[in-house]
């Protein structure tokens, strides 16, 4: 078969369109054409009169695929299978088998594949959001299904190593050591005293005190148990201690599998902004937008896109030109604003210490004023995520950034805020908890923590997240029902200027995003201390999507500033690791240093949390100890180290070669067209002057 | 569900999935989607290939693509006889490319294809002009469509010829991630 180089052959015409066509009209036929690259292989460059040699070797896999993929009329596609199919009989038996393997492989993957979609969560309720709001919104979507099948996966994890032994071996199974120390330590009394006033289980059930603290919801409730039989035995506190640590590497590789996934996509199509205009005109419009309000919608959104890009180019044309003086007044005011915020936010972390101490200090009232002082951190860390924002949004205008450069630098405050703010809270608990860090005076000096405030302390410390867990749900309900639903109301029935200025709700994408990364931070950190959060963050999380579901369909209208769909969700994928992060450190020192609460849990009897796992090493056996005291040596890590070195070196090298021979492809590229330019030129005037001879 | 279907033949069923990406059940599906569109004139029984053409005012009312103010670029570019008729195969060749499993080349060949207005091969400025005009509902002035057209032809022209080929256009379309999600048709 005869094939011609890749270059010359950019443009090939099958004869066969014209006959078939049966149009002398050039125009309005469908000149289909071979593009010059079709997939990674070669275009079947389809010569009747040859056998296909080459086709064979390819398997069967090589016809079908490559006639789906050809951008030939139907027609002529069934032609050309026809001819394919008579051709068959040419090869051997063995050949034939192996193709029909192959087919009867793909067909069965594509089955599969069907399968499991009809598995996938909501997939038709994300893609009528993508539809009629756009990629932003939907991502948004996405992470939270993202979230969901996480937190749900991690529960079936604590489930079935911590959850369901513990419900098994209650009864069963021995004290690991017997607990010694002082009468006033192992003091530990959650159930309330007399006669309770019904609406008390109700206040229980929101602040997870009552009946619901002495549960399986909360550390406390986990006994220290080992059970064994004959060649069974089962180790609860260790269980419990290492089910927590490998549920935080767990999430971690989920969520590098998935950034790996989305940033493939972003490396690979380079993070400038050079191709954005022609991204847009050619791949912006969305094929699948449903509706003449959507469509419109669409429209408006790439004008206003178009017009911010060519206003940030006019922008940067005019910072070049800015005199020396105009540059120094707008970077004192830069610098003076960005001060601003941080006191803001100061004042906002400030606030959330002093409520954190009132609250804990008076945490023995009763009543809904009881309550409302159990939740006033919350209420505090609430407030300032929904003021703070907002001002920092405004101040972010006086400095007049590029409008791309604002979204971010607000992003970040927000996420800054509001991550913190929850550390401030952690520290604040951690202090009240150790006496400041100095566990030997006052309080602590008796137990090494604070037992006359914190009985159970790993239990004050869960409940604490769940209310931040439950308090996050409530007002994100309250704000959708007394906010979001009265607007649209007004809006859409009162029409006069007031209204229309303020119009309807917008879905603004970060800041959604910003609560989600929060709730499961809260998870995170909590999740040592009561078992159960993740199930209540799947409960919650869900009912989350279809509230926001309702609410983006009958109160909101699309934004105008949208986010790139692909580099958002790397950018949400970033700031969970952010709080990941927390949730370790948070993690890493209750095990380690925090003595654990003599009354309660698994880890009564134990200086600390960890020291469970030098106990239970001594009992392997020796094989095994030698073998995991070589791994942890330095004979075994450091040239472990020094190979993932040299393969991360090899990986970076290898990476920028690529991006250099895409530089150098181009390069030539360019370089070709001028030449082809050249040539035609020289054959102009060659033509030309053998006219004038003539 | 079995083979109880007497619309098409069992060749034809599948040359059909052979020649496009979809399944058995989908291929069904749509002709039932074709029919709806003008029921008198498509026949129940394709077994003897029947030569019926949807004219394009009824392609276009779909709800798929009444409001893409790219139909009739769509439907030129896919029926055979380059107005907007359709057949029953065009008709699956165009869901099928538009479909979530057409690979970016097969996409990317014909969407240079609707956006090239003239049918010159090449996507001139006034392609350019037409299809930012399309895009953004003729709101754009006449400075900002020049100044946008101007820029794609900056960004994408690796030739420099000042307009872009179809090479031109599928180096672009392969450092656009989007792409593959947007031109996508659901049905």
Known sequence: ???????????????????????????????????????????????????????????????????RATPLPMALKRAMRQIQQMRVPVVSSRESWKRKKAKSLRKLKESGRGFLSFFSLWSKTLQKIGGNFGGGVQSYFLFLRFLVVLNFVSFLLIAGFVLIPSIVFRSVGSKLINSTGPEA?????????????????????????????YSYLFYGYYNNTMVEDVNFSYNIPLAYLLTAVFYFIFCLICIIVRMGTAARVVVATGVSTVGNYSMIAFTSWDYGCLGDRATKLKQKNIHYGLQVDLEEESMKKRAATLTLLQKIVLYSLRVSMCVLSLGLIIAAFFGIFKATEFSQKNSLQGGILGLFFEYLPSIVITAGNFVVPLLCDQI??????????TVIVALLRSVFLRLVSLGVLLFTLWGQITCDGAENTGDCKLCQYNHLIYQCWETRVGQ?????????????????????????????????????????????????????????????????????????????????????????????????????????????????????????????????????????????????????????????????????????????????????????????ALASVYGKSVALLRAQLKLEGRDKQFLVKQIEMLSQSQHILN | MGNKQTIFTAQQLDAYQDCTYFTRKEILRLFDRYRDLAPQLVPLDYTCQPDVKLPYELIGSMPELKDNPFRQRIAEVFSEDGEGNMTLEDFLDMFSVLSEMAPRDLKAYYAFKIYDFNNDDFLCKSDLEKTLNKLTRNELTEDEVRMVCEKVIDEADLDNDGRLSLEDFQHMIVRAPDFLSTFHIRI
């Open chain 1, 185 to 213: 330590c192992m003091e530990y009394d959650p159930n309330p005293q007399g006669l309770v006033v019904f609406y008390n289980y109700f206040l229980d059930l929101l602040s997870g005190t009552g009946f619901m603290e």
């Open chain 1, 1 to 67: 078969m005869a094939r011609s180089p890749q270059r010359q052959s950019s443009r090939e015409e099958y004869d066969y369109t014209e006959e078939y066509g049966s149009h002398s009209d050039q125009q309005s036929l469908r000149l289909r054409r071979v593009p010059s690259r079709v997939s990674n292989q070669n275009p079947p460059q389809f010569d009747w009169s040859s056998p296909h040699e080459e086709e064979d070797e390819e398997g069967s896999s090589g016809p079908p695929r490559d006639l």
């Open chain 1, 464 to 652: 604490e997240m769940y209310k931040l867990t439950l308090f996050d749900f409530l007002i994100n309900i309250a704000v959708l029902i007394l906010v979001e639903f009265p607007r649209r109301m007004v809006v859409d029935n009162w029409s006069n200027k007031l209204t229309q200025w303020v119009g309807r709700q917008e879905f603004v994408v970060s800041a959604n995003v910003l609560g989600l990364v929060y709730g499961q931070t809260v998870v995170w950190t909590g999740a040592l201390f009561c078992p159960l959060l993740p199930l209540i963050n799947t409960l919650k999380f869900i009912l989350l999507f279809y509230f926001k579901k309702i609410t983006l369909f009958y109160n909101c209208r699309p934004a105008l500033k949208t986010f790139r769909s692909t580099t958002s969700t790397f950018f949400f994928l970033v700031v969970l690791l952010f709080g990941w992060g927390l949730g370790t450190v948070v993690i890493i020192y209750s095990v380690a240093e925090i003595r654990p609460s003599m009354g309660c849990g698994p880890f009564s009897v134990f200086p600390s949390m960890w020291s469970i796992v030098p106990m239970s090493f001594q009992k392997l056996s020796i094989t095994s100890q030698e073998f995991l005291f070589f791994i942890g040596s330095q004979s075994f890590s450091i040239p472990l180290f020094a190979l993932s070195c040299v393969v991360m070196c090899y990986f970076v």
């Open chain 1, 396 to 405: 972010a205008l006086i400095e007049r950034y590029a409008p791309s450069n």
